[in-house]
């Protein structure tokens, strides 16, 4: 049944005749040729070369003069000429053409019989556009081969946008857009996806986790970053869209061999003043391309290979310097040898050092057919492995709950783009992709969490999410897009159709998990909390999800050139996603709460209308309007669907029980864990509602670009988006039973046969807005870019889990956890100054020297101040947020003074200003962070010969801790929470709250606060 409906929805994609595309890939050419009488000469023929491959591109000029060349190769350069008897043919040279751009080309002819003079060629450039509307900017070659990177991946450069704010040391790879959740992204590469469909990566790439990047950068030639595109064929997103393009073949052969490595002698001591151990990165690789047929067929090849060792930044040495541990010799030696006693080794607990290995190839050819037709494919190979191991300042894990993040990726992308006739052009783009995932772990133990004597927490055993984890993604797409011109219109119709295969095997607490009070309790194995999950499904005690998606999108649009200054870009996009398989059905649960488990939500359509403008305000086109009004619609990870697969009911038991009167005796045979005889809350119940919508935001945004003297181009641009869907979680499972002194409820379970019901719907609260400043220049021997954003970002809900039990009680609240206020977003930025450029100067002839540096300064990311404990019965250790008491005499402290918790208090300005009340969700912020990092790029061209050249890099990342060790530090909240309180009941002589305190304080990034340094060393050719 279900390939029956997987090939009808194939066969009636191909037979809707008209086709819709997503993403771009391609560049294109437009204008308008006129006599000197500024009157249209139509039947002009233009003609415009790829001179690295001979790619010829031709058209003719309509009634009214104007011409279109869609989909030619992105960059360059171009040779262009206007031709027509009885006027002198005019030629253009070394034209670039941008990502996405349309390169707008006016001629002025003159007849063959009058003098020459002067004639006008007029070519916008990416900035100043006249068919720009919304907020895009795209990164180029140069830039991307001459700024400082150390992990050469795309959150690097992505850095350039205003709009973008990148997490950085907390997080290489995880970005978000205009103050949306990462996982909200849309990546392509060659217009194919390439995302984390899944959503279980901060990059929002597949192989993620693996901190590996999803491409060489060798082989990318381009990217660009849209965030208000009006044109329809760009979608998938709610935060930002990126699209990269590869690099391809050309008439002459060119290629590189580089090496780039850094160890940590190449890395500072810190503000500690330490030496970091063990670690060493080294990435090289290859790239080479060239003709087949000369103008007609061309390849392209690159390999890179990462190899790299990073230390924890957590261990145990008894020295009190940042970084160790705090817990006492005497309980971790005891705790070493309990475990020991149970007959597990828990391994080391000094700096862990953990390793990561990429294995990238890609390759890619270009056929030239004719002038008609042309076609490209390529396959893009990642091998990628990198262990992991948790460790916080309040939790630390010994060596042998460490695991292994292991990914293989295949992406097969085939373009075809034809020419049918005078004005009608046609790109068709088919990608296959696929993806597997799986943890490998260091040993099979039940995870013990103990407290220790200072109030900090030892764990030993598997890691609870990583003892049965692994996901298989097959990902297929068809994308077609027909352009054709008529008069003042170019028109675009098209479809975009993914289908999606996910087999995903999760079972957490797959081999017991226990919670312990303290060693006493451990070594008498007594614990506090116990959590155990396993499959009931016969034959299958790793019993797997799996389940079809498809997403339908079609669309139409059009840009009108109303005026010669202004023109609309408008247009309808429809996106319907289709779960093709339904969840085991619980009548037991649709009987007590209403709810279905064996119903999706399926087939709700996503309508995007847009439009946007784009007004030349003078005659030189050197001030422009732009900006625009629309609704932009994407996915959710497909995570959150899975969810209800795997927690129906019916194919596993979830085990959970708290409290040391009920539960069982501590099991070390992890194949062997207590199932019954004990009172125990059992299995997670995960719904979704089945109108539930994916996101989708209305997104308004104004622009202003202006031409200043000496080259200078700045930018206003104002974006505001209004959530209309977005998510959020509720616990239906939860009664509320009362009220405590500070107002929030107090919950109780409706019935102990399931410990939760999550329940996944849509709410329209939250909205997003960033105004941003922006100045660039490109210059011959370098460029200059800098930029300011102020951006507020409100949610009740930021999504940050995989999980929806995780997503529901690691959303911090203050009263009621099912309908939770709408605060600041872990997604709020603030303040961001960003400031780049690059300059070569010719000291020697052949020697060139280039030097680029790279500022980031910004607002320190919200967090939160928690209780340790549950405080409301939700079920929740994470997310309630702490009561700040007002003075001495409104609580009765148990544990630490009064003095110090009131200096604490006063440490912080958002402590301060909530005395006497809750605070609120993300209240708290961050340090501001600076960072600074510089290029030294120095080139030798060798004896007698032009192209062949030697570079020598340096890399300096952090540049400002180099120069003084307290600069550039970053400190975070990790799990963007602090758990300075813990909650013991009321008094009864008193009526007052009790309550202990414990100095818990922000974690110091031990390698984000320390510069590093690279070198690199390539070859070119």
């Known amino acids: 049944m279900k390939k029956r409906l997987i090939f009808n929805l194939f066969l009636g994609m191909l037979l809707t005749a008209v086709l819709l595309g997503q993403g771009v890939t391609t560049s294109q050419f437009a204008g308008k040729v006129v006599t000197v009488n500024n009157l249209p000469i139509p039947g002009v023929e233009i003609t415009a070369v790829h001179v690295p491959t001979g790619t010829t591109y031709s058209t003719f000029t309509g009634e009214d003069g104007r011409f279109f060349i869609p989909a030619v190769r992105v960059g360059g350069p171009y040779r262009l000429t206007a031709a027509l008897e009885s006027f002198r043919t005019e030629e253009i040279t070394g034209v670039i053409t941008r990502l996405g751009e349309t390169k707008e080309m006016n001629f002025t002819l003159r007849m063959e019989t009058m003098d020459l003079g002067e004639v006008t060629v007029v070519a916008s450039d990416d900035i100043i556009s006249t068919t720009r509307t919304g907020a895009t900017q795209s990164v180029a070659e140069e830039a991307v081969e001459k700024m400082p990177s150390i992990s050469r991946n795309f959150s690097d450069f992505t850095r350039l946008v205003p709009q973008v704010a990148v997490a950085e040391q907390f997080s290489e790879l995880a970005y978000n857009v205009a103050g949306k959740n990462n996982r909200y992204n849309n990546v392509q590469i060659d217009g194919a996806v390439n995302n984390d469909l899944f959503g279980l990566t901060d990059s929002g790439t597949p192989g993620g986790q693996t901190n590996a990047s999803p491409i060489s950068l060798d082989a990318i030639q381009e990217f660009q970053v849209v965030i208000a595109p009006y044109d329809v064929r760009q979608g998938g997103f709610t935060g930002g869209g990126i699209n990269a393009i590869t690099r391809s073949g050309t ?136 262990d992991a191991l948790y460790r916080s300042g309040s939790v630390f894990s010994l060596d042998n709950s460490a695991y292994t993040y292991v990914n293989r990726t295949n992406s097969t992308v085939a373009q075809l783009d034809s020419v049918f006739g005078e004005g009608l052009y046609n790109e068709f783009r088919f990608n296959y992709t696929r993806i597997r995932d799986k943890r490998d772990v260091a040993a099979l133990f039940p995870l013990v969490e103990v407290r220790t004597s200072t109030g900090a927490s030892l764990e030993a055993g598997t890691d609870k999410y990583s003892g049965a984890n692994a996901l298989d993604q097959d990902i297929i797409e068809l994308t077609d897009d027909v352009t054709f011109y008529r008069g003042d219109h170019t028109i675009v119709i098209g479809t975009h159709n993914e289908f999606f295969r996910f087999s995903n095997l999760f079972i957490r607490d797959f081999t017991g998990s226990y919670r312990f009070g303290s060693l006493n309790e451990f070594e008498a194995g007594r614990p506090n909390r116990y959590e155990y ?64 488990t064996d119903v999706m939500p399926s087939g709700n359509i996503q309508w995007s209308p847009r439009m946007g403008f784009n007004w030349s305000v003078t005659e030189a086109a050197n001030t422009i309007v732009r900006g625009g009004l629309g609704i932009f619609s994407g996915r959710v990870p497909y995570v959150w669907i899975s969810n209800q697969f795997s927690n129906t009911g019916i194919e596993f038991t979830r085990l959970y029980v708290s409290g040391t009167s009920r539960t069982p005796d501590f099991s070390p045979d992890w194949q062997n864990q207590p199932t019954s005889g004990f009172p125990a809350s059992k299995n997670e119940i995960d719904v979704t509602d089945e109108d539930f919508t994916y996101p989708q935001v209305l997104r308004w945004d104004m622009g202003f670009d202006r031409e200043l003297p000496w080259g200078f181009k700045a930018t206003v ?28 409820n107090v919950y109780s379970q409706q019935t102990s046969e399931y410990s939760d019901i999550i329940y996944l719907t849509n709410t329209s609260k939250g909205y997003q807005y960033n105004l941003s400043f922006q100045l660039q220049n490109y210059f011959p021997k370098g460029w200059v870019s800098g930029s300011y954003t102020y951006g507020i970002s409100k949610d009740v809900n930021s999504g ?112 301060r200003d909530a005395r006497g009340s809750i605070l609120e969700r993300n209240a ?49 909240g990790y799990y963007r929470g602090l758990s300075p309180l813990t909650y013991q009941g009321i008094d009864s002589a008193t009526g007052k709250p009790k309550m202990s305190f414990y100095n818990s304080t922000l974690s110091l990034s031990q390698l984000g606060s320390r510069w590093q340094m690279q070198f690199g060393l390539r070859y070119l050719f």
């Open 251 to 386: 008439n002459e052969f060119h290629g590189s061999v580089f090496w780039y490595g850094r160890n940590d002698s190449l890395v500072g001591n810190g503000p500690d003043d330490y030496e970091i151990q063990e670690f060493k990165e080294n990435q090289f690789g290859f790239r080479l391309g060239g003709p087949i047929v000369k103008d007609t067929a061309f390849f392209f090849v690159n390999g890179e290979f990462t190899r790299r060792s990073t230390p924890n930044d957590y261990f145990i040495d008894f020295s009190g310097r940042q970084g160790d541990f705090n817990v006492t010799e005497a309980d971790l030696q005891r705790f070493i040898s309990i475990c020991q006693g149970y007959g597990f080794d828990p391994g080391g607990y000094g700096e862990f050092t953990q390793d990561q290995t990429s294995n990238k190839f890609f390759g890619r050819f270009d056929w030239n057919i004719n002038n008609q037709h042309r076609l490209t494919v390529r396959h893009n190979f990642v091998d990628a492995d990198n």
């Open 533 to 596: 999950s396993y499959s009931n499904v016969e034959g299958q005690p790793d019993w797997r999800a799996e389940f079809w998606v498809a997403q339908l999108g079609f669309y139409v649009g059009d840009t009108w050139n109303l005026r010669p200054n202004f023109s609309l870009t408008y247009g309808l996009r429809l996106d319907v996603p289709i779960v093709m398989d339904t969840p085991t059905a619980n009548p037991a649960v649709q009987e007590e709460f209403g709810v279905r």
């Open 717 to 744: 641009e104002s974006i505001y988006s209004k959530n209309i869907n977005e998510i959020l979680y509720q616990n239906l499972n939860l009664v509320r039973t009362g009220s405590l002194f500070d107002g929030r």
């Open 800 to 911: 940050t889990s995989s999980q929806a039990r995780s997503n529901f009680q690691y959303n911090h609240i203050s009263f009621d956890p099912n309908n939770p206020a709408l605060t600041y977003a872990n997604n709020d930025v603030r303040h961001r100054i960003a400031i780049g450029g690059s300059y070569t100067f010719d000291y020697f002839k052949d020697f060139p020297t280039t030097i680029s540096a790279f500022y980031n300064g910004r607002s320190g990311r919200p967090f939160n101040y928690r209780y340790y404990n549950d405080v409301n019965g939700d079920g929740s250790y994470y997310n309630d947020l702490i009561y700040v008491p007002l003075d001495e005499n409104d609580i009765i402290l148990t544990g630490g003074t009064w003095d110090d918790l009131n200096a604490y208090i006063n440490s912080d300005p958002a402590l």
């Open 924 to 972: 708290a912020r961050e340090p501001w962070y600076h960072r600074m990092d510089i290029r030294l790029l120095q080139e030798f061209k060798l004896p007698g010969s032009d192209e062949h050249k030697i570079q020598f890099s340096w890399d300096i990342i952090n540049f400002l801790n180099l120069l003084n060790s307290e600069w550039g530090t970053y400190e975070y």
